[in-house]
């Protein structure tokens, strides 16, 4: 019910910021019993850089208990690139990391470096905002009804084995501006109603994971629903799938989920799904 014994890997800038990020890594691999690897990619201006042997040292005083059994890594190399190398290389099943700048050229990890190691990770991504004072609880998992979406829902669901999930896909009226007929409305949510039934009845998806959704139908751009419905239901993570390269994260990657990941105010899972092209409507 975990990342099957695999590490978790937690990114930070050594900011106060992104002690939430360490402290929600240590949290998730203390509960599955799990290494944590804690991991500094190295500023090649800092004083670190000079004096590499002070970074274990200062690593670790980001640490809740910087006695604790962890490994630390620093990286003379540029964040995004030493996060996706290091989770590689030490066969990691989560990646974590907070909202912070992480590069001398002022590049927050929020923009470019998240879609650097989203769309090259081989594992979940896991985007910190919150201090960690609970397990996750309430989960809000988007799903487009695409092979990924349900990859995304499933990794939630063993990872997160307590929390309740709350499915949700938006959805709108095709060229509505011209088309002003509740029968078309209605015609279009009955089978987006249909869809929805039949993605949470397949049988990739396991009884025991079923018998946890709460699936919800909105009408909107998948941008506000999203928000508005983990607000409204006191959510306390966010999960969204991806192909990486094309499908249902392709087309919200650069507008929607850069700005969900940006200002949506609660941590954001993000699962890739390795080796496929496109997405799998049913």
Avoid at 41 to 70: G, K, Y
Avoid at 122 to 147: C, E, F, G, M
Avoid at 237 to 254: C, K
Wanted: overall charge negative; aromatic content about 6%.
């Amino acid at each position: 019910m975990t990342t099957h014994g695999k590490p978790v890997l937690v990114a930070t800038d050594l900011s106060a910021r992104t002690d939430r990020a360490v402290d929600r890594a240590t949290q998730l691999a203390g509960e599955w019993g799990v290494r944590l690897i804690v991991l500094h990619a190295i500023e090649p201006d800092s004083r670190l850089h000079a004096r590499p042997e002070l970074a274990n040292q200062a690593m670790r005083e980001v640490l809740a208990d910087p006695e604790a059994d962890v490994d630390i890594l620093p990286a003379l190399d540029l964040a995004p690139t030493a996060i996706v190398e290091a989770a590689k290389s030490a066969d990691c099943g989560l990646i974590v990391t907070g909202v912070a700048r992480f590069n001398h050229v002022g590049d927050y990890f929020i923009g470019t470096a998240v879609d650097h190691v989203v769309r090259h990770a081989t594992v979940p991504v896991l985007v910190v905002k919150q201090r960690p004072h609970n397990a996750y609880r309430t989960i809000v998992v988007a799903t487009d009804y695409s092979s990924c979406s349900r990859l995304a829902l499933l990794t939630a669901a063993e990872f997160f084995p307590d929390a309740a999930i709350h499915l949700v896909h938006a959805y709108h009226v095709p060229y509505e501006a011209w088309l002003r007929s509740d029968e078309v409305r209605e015609d279009v949510t009955r089978e987006a109603q249909r869809e929805l039934d039949a993605f949470v009845l397949d049988p990739a998806i396991p009884a025991n994971v079923r018998q946890r959704i709460s699936a919800k139908l909105v009408y909107g751009e998948t941008h506000t629903v999203l928000s508005s419905t983990a607000y409204e239901l006191g959510a306390d993570l966010l999960v969204l799938g991806t192909h990486g390269s094309g499908g249902y994260f392709a087309a919200v990657m650069g507008r929607m989920a850069e700005s969900l990941l940006r200002c949506a105010d609660i941590d954001t899972l993000v699962v890739r799904e390795i080796g496929s092209t496109g997405s799998e409507h049913r």
